[in-house]
């Protein structure tokens, strides 16, 4: 019985290392995509949507069933805690990595747009998050998840500047709008996506450390703040 639970609890690491794998090229290939005016690479996230709900699916049963068939205690239930919110937080990158590209697909003009407001620093900075975390949860650094966190505020900044930037732009010609709106919505898109990427170093922290931190998301003040620094506030 003890082998069997070890070989579930293996192939379910397995599984989502595989699924964080996937997400990540999804995200790679939809920034790809929306700063070079590639439909075709747009179009290959957008298939390939399913295939991350598949998986996605195929980890919360296998979570399930562990959860039925043992009585996982400690470190192992951190694991599958940990697994289920993982999880969850990929399929939601994967949404936003196919949003991203179905933006494309709706407004081919968006490269012309996104090199003039400077778009590639923020998709760089959002890659190295969701790519960092992924990094985080493979090798069980809470180092490197504290990093990434502290990280999260620099592109909620520089989200605002590009934000601020676009909406100037659309004041001062009109001709530019309806491109400059879908600018706004992967600019949404990017920024929820890095804050999936602090849950997936929140819940990194917490299997390693087994520490509950939360990300502020703040402009001033620390990046994060644990459950005690909560209560005392």
Do not use: W
């Not at 590639?120 to 949860?137: C, I, P």
């Not at 809470?142 to 659309?170: G, S």
């Not at 849950?199 to 939360?214: D, G, S, T």
């Amino acid at each position: 019985m003890h082998r069997s639970f070890e070989d579930s609890l293996d192939k379910l690491r397995t599984r989502l290392i595989r699924m964080g794998s996937i997400v990540e090229e999804q995200v790679e290939f939809s920034f790809r995509a929306v700063l070079k005016g590639d439909e075709q690479i747009a179009q290959l996230v957008m298939e390939r949507d399913d295939k991350v709900d598949k998986l996605d699916m195929k980890i919360d049963k296998q979570c399930q069933k562990i959860f039925a068939l043992h009585q996982p205690v400690a470190s192992d239930l951190r694991l599958l805690l940990a697994a289920l919110k993982i999880n969850n937080e990929l399929e939601r990158i994967g949404d936003l990595a196919f949003n991203i590209a179905r933006n494309l697909i709706e407004q081919p003009q968006l490269p012309e747009l996104a090199e003039k407001l400077g778009l590639e620093r923020l998709t760089q900075g959002v890659h190295t998050m969701v790519k960092g975390s992924l990094d985080a949860f493979v090798n069980n650094d809470p180092e490197l998840a504290y990093q990434i966190m502290r990280t999260d505020n620099h592109i909620d900044t520089l989200t605002r500047e590009i934000f601020d930037e676009t909406v100037a732009l659309m004041k001062r010609d009109g001709s530019v709008i309806e491109t400059a709106v879908g600018i706004l919505m992967v600019l949404r898109n990017l920024e929820r996506m890095a804050d999936q990427a602090s849950n997936i170093c929140e819940n990194v922290i917490f299997l390693v450390e087994a520490k509950l931190v939360r990300a502020t998301h703040a402009e001033n003040g620390p990046p994060f703040q644990t459950d005690a620094d909560r209560d005392e506030d």
